[in-house]
């Protein structure tokens, strides 16, 4: 019998796709916000700090739309059960940083995408432009901006954990947390 030990290939390729572009968007959100626009463009010039923001949107885009189709391959399919089954703590708290991340996957490029517009910039998608979907609201944008940047620290504060805990179990448990989301074995 063919014992079910993986989420679903899908749902594996969908987790890596968003852990790669996450931590792009982080790296580059990060960048853009610790220099600013002035300093990014004095440092490396107009058309490369474009790119930088077209770059970043896009990034945040991509990661909604991707988070769009993984809660479907959540909820749609079964998850594979623990074995050997997690203690505890383990599950409290591995299940909370998972929500965690879902919901903030969501909630940021929204919240990157309402502030860009209320800030009368661009919502860029590659070469294309989103409509803003609210109105110019500079002091909307400002708040807006400041909630991204704070939700960008908790994300990188959750995916440290998340991280922690993967190799954790990989390295020190040698369990088979590890092989539920591999897309190799
Ligand atoms: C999961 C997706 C996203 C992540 C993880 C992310 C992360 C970040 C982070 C960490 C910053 C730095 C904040 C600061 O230090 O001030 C940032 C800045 C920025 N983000 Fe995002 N972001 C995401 C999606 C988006 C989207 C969808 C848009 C717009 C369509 C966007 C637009 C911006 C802009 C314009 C800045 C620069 C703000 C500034 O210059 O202060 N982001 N982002
Ligand atoms: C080197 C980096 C990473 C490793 C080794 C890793 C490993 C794993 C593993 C082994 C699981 C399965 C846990 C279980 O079945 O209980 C998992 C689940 C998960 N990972 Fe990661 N991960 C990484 C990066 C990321 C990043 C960057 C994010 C988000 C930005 C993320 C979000 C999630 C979420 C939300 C789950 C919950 C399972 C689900 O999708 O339903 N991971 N990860």
Same mark, same amino acid.
């Given at each position: ?13 969908l987790h890596w796709l968003v852990?790669?572009? +996450? ?19 004095? %440092?490396?010039?107009? +058309? ?8 970043? !949107? ?30 505890? &703590? ?33 919502? $860029?998608?590659?070469? =294309? ?7 110019e609201r500079p002091a909307l944008?400002? !708040?807006? &901006?400041?909630?991204? $940047?704070?939700?960008? =620290? ?6 440290? %954990? ?5 190799l954790f179990h990989w390295r020190? !448990?040698?369990?088979?947390?590890? !092989?539920?989301?591999?897309? &190799?074995?």
């Open positions: 019998m063919h014992e079910l030990d993986h989420y679903i290939y899908p749902h594996r390729v852990a790669g572009a +996450a931590l792009l968007s982080l790296a580059s959100g990060l960048t853009l916000g610790f220099l600013g626009f002035e300093r990014t463009v004095s %440092l490396i010039g107009n +058309a490369l700090t474009n790119l930088l923001y077209t770059s970043h !949107k896009t990034l945040g885009v991509t990661i909604l739309l991707l988070m769009t189709l993984r809660i479907i391959t959540r909820l749609a399919f079964v998850v594979p059960d623990h074995d050997p089954p997690l203690n505890g &703590f383990e599950r409290i708290v591995s299940t909370s940083v998972h929500h965690l991340l879902y919901v903030a996957l969501v909630v940021m490029p929204l919240l990157g995408w309402a502030a860009t517009a209320s800030g009368g910039f661009p919502v $860029e998608f590659f070469h =294309w432009h989103l409509p803003g979907l609210i109105g944008s400002e !708040k807006l &901006f400041t909630w991204h $940047e704070w939700l960008g =620290w908790a994300i990188v504060v959750l995916v440290s %954990l998340h991280v922690l805990g993967a020190i !448990k040698r369990d088979n947390v590890m !092989k539920r989301m591999s897309l &190799f074995d």
